[in-house]
């Protein structure tokens, strides 16, 4: 058994899209506490946030889409594994973590799944053209797949999202939220015995007369977005799309299963590969259409972002929530605010409204000796170039 695992998880820990991914994950973290900076004049969050954010999510996602993927039976050739690999690396290139999408990357993979046959490869990866691929299998595989980025765009999206300032259309500054996340997923597969080269002790299960092989193979997931609204409420509805687009698919999936055509294989995953591009593409637009939610207010001070361990956090002061009067006085931006903190410099009284509209009152001690009072990011107006963080 020891050994069993041992060799499954070397086939996790020497591929290598786990060090591509890895890689990525870091200079996003370096892009992301640069732009943090020049919108604050300090960090929010750290750079290891990118991989302690995701690390527990795709653990979790990884074991509860093995053990259905283990249920179901399913057995993939190993060239398609290999494929969706080098589909998955090829769009990392593009810079855009938004092209991890399960639906682009089994379509990258299936065109390179066809054209197999007439490039030179090893002899493990040859496919002549008269094999059948899983048609029915490929598709069932994406719908968890698809199940599982929702999942983790729902649970883990809006969690430390990026709050950064840049220059509205109207020449003012407004409040935005950068959204860069990457999951490496671990995944438990069977291929078929000897598909790939095995050593002595390389464990063999016999199913059915068949002897099948266990790997665990890392499936990269990500998403990225500028947000001009609320996060918690943009992630709920990217997931909502995500998973309804899943459950489309499972009607021709399952005729699938008893119908094996190339054609409605290709026209259903080019059909889902249409409707994520239109989601895409609605994202562009409404991002350059849509009013900004974090605006300079008259009477209030709009919170963009909340800085972790701050007096701010700890007074479960959330973001989009207005600060309307500290210590009784009336602020509307960083000056008024960091005036009004100074009538008590050691303990504060705020007067917050909610998301909904409704009033209520916190207090507590501030710090001494910290870049910053009570810990909250606002937008600062366009004449004044001082440090956003009170």
């Known amino acids: 058994m020891m050994e069993t695992i041992f060799i499954a998880l070397a086939t996790l820990i020497l591929h290598p899209l786990v060090y591509i991914g890895i890689i990525v994950m870091a200079i996003s973290a370096v892009v992301r506490v640069k732009q943090e900076r020049n919108s604050f004049h ?96 490929i598709m069932a595989f994406t719908i968890i797949l698809l199940l599982v980025h929702a999942g983790l ?33 671990p995944l438990i597969l069977f291929i078929p015995e000897g598909m790939i080269p095995s050593f002595t002790y390389w464990p063999v299960f016999n199913v059915n007369g068949a002897g099948l092989q266990p790997i665990i193979l890392p499936f990269i997931f990500g998403f990225g977005h500028t947000v001009r609204s609320l996060p918690s409420v943009f992630i709920t509805n990217q997931a909502r799309k995500s998973a309804t687009l899943a459950v489309g698919l499972v009607v021709p999936t399952v005729f699938m299963f008893f119908f094996q055509n190339e054609w409605l294989f290709l026209a259903t995953l080019g059909g889902a590969l249409m409707v994520q591009i239109g989601f895409h593409l609605s994202l562009v637009i409404k991002s350059r259409t849509e009013a900004a939610f974090f605006t300079e207010e008259q009477r209030s001070c709009k919170v963009v972002g909340v800085l972790p361990g701050s007096p701010a956090e700890k007074m479960a002061i959330q973001i989009g929530e207005e600060v309307v009067r500290v210590n009784g006085q009336t602020v509307s931006d960083e000056t008024s605010l960091y005036k009004a903190l100074q009538v008590n410099p050691v303990y504060c009284k705020l007067e917050v409204k909610d998301l909904q509209g409704e009033k209520r009152f916190v207090k507590g001690p501030l710090y001494s000796g910290e870049h910053y009072q009570l810990g909250v990011l606002l937008v600062r107006k366009r004449e004044k170039l001082s440090d956003s963080v009170i």
Request: positive net charge; aromatic residues 10%.
């Open 153 to 185: 765009i729902y649970k883990n999206g809006a969690k430390l999202t990026s709050p950064q300032i840049e220059e509205g259309k109207r020449g003012r500054f407004v409040g935005i939220h950068r959204i860069k996340r990457l999951w490496i997923v």
């Open 42 to 137: 300090t960090r929010v969050y750290a750079k290891r946030a990118e991989y302690i954010v995701s690390f527990f999510p795709s653990l979790l996602a990884g074991i509860s889409a093995s053990v259905i993927l283990l249920a179901l039976g399913m057995v993939f050739p190993v060239q398609l594994l290999v494929l969706v690999g080098l589909a998955s690396a090829t769009l990392l290139l593009t810079g855009q973590l938004s092209s991890q999408s399960p639906i682009y990357i089994m379509s990258l993979a299936t065109v390179f799944f066809i054209c197999l046959p007439y490039v030179s490869l090893p002899t493990w990866m040859i496919v002549s053209p008269g094999d059948i691929p899983p048609y029915a299998s």
